[in-house]
């Protein structure tokens, strides 16, 4: 285990549903990420968290919405999905003064 | 524009041989170059970070070179083990800040 945890790891859901995907750091970390990786492509840093503060929003729509109470909680609250969403979501975690990042397992998203 | 470019193609080798993956990026100055290794339905895991500064960096069988002149960057698995298939994915720090911009990785099968 690396020491971030998300939930759930497999998620389906209608384009009119509302969810949340969940991330915990247990490594007294104080930046946290959301990335999506779809098949095929490089993974896309989607938002920043430096101290509990967005300083990253990467053009990311609107049915996106990052919140991060603290800086070992983050989550994606996911509202009138797309299919083209469907994706792995992965939350990373790391040191602003360090370089390496540290990736939960992901969550399987499929929008249908 | 700028792109991180590695071997599309999935790369099958021998065990005990040595694997050699690829890293090219264009209009990218990056202070340094992460190196990491996915495998399937879980995140990426950190191996090895060079600096602009450094040509080789070693880690047990793992050698990453840097030639920030080529902008290329190779990473090399000495004695591959089947253990070692996987996905393997290199990272360019970009823009401010910690900001890791991702390839699109490379899979290597090792085969008995």
């Known amino acids: 285990e690396t020491g971030v945890t998300q939930t759930p790891r497999h998620l389906v859901m209608g384009m009119t549903n509302k969810k949340s995907l969940k991330c915990e750091q247990h490594?007294?970390?104080?930046?946290m990420y959301w990335y999506k990786q779809s098949a095929k492509k490089p993974l896309e840093l989607m938002f920043v968290?430096?101290?509990?503060?967005?300083?990253e929003n990467n053009s990311v729509p609107s049915r996106f919405s990052p919140e991060c109470p603290n800086s070992s909680h983050l989550f994606l609250h996911l509202h009138t999905l797309q299919p083209e969403d469907s994706a792995l979501y992965l939350c990373a975690s790391g040191n602003t003064w360090d370089e390496k990042l540290f990736f939960g397992s992901g969550t399987q998203l499929s929008v249908l | 524009s700028q792109k991180i470019e590695q071997n599309s193609e999935a790369l099958n080798i021998q065990e005990g041989k040595t694997a050699t993956l690829t890293c090219n990026y264009t209009n990218y100055s990056p202070a340094y170059l992460q190196w990491y290794r996915q495998d399937p339905g879980r995140g990426p895991v950190f191996l090895l970070l060079i600096r602009e500064n450094e040509k080789e960096k070693r880690k047990e069988r793992l050698k990453v070179t840097f030639d920030t002149t080529l902008k290329q960057s190779l990473f090399h698995i000495t004695a591959s083990q089947p253990a070692d298939s996987a996905t393997y994915l290199c990272a360019l720090l970009t823009g401010g800040g910690n900001k890791l911009t991702f390839g699109t990785g490379t899979q290597l099968k090792v085969e008995l």
């Open positions: 968290y430096n101290f509990k503060e967005q300083t």
């Open positions: 490594l007294g970390h104080n930046a």
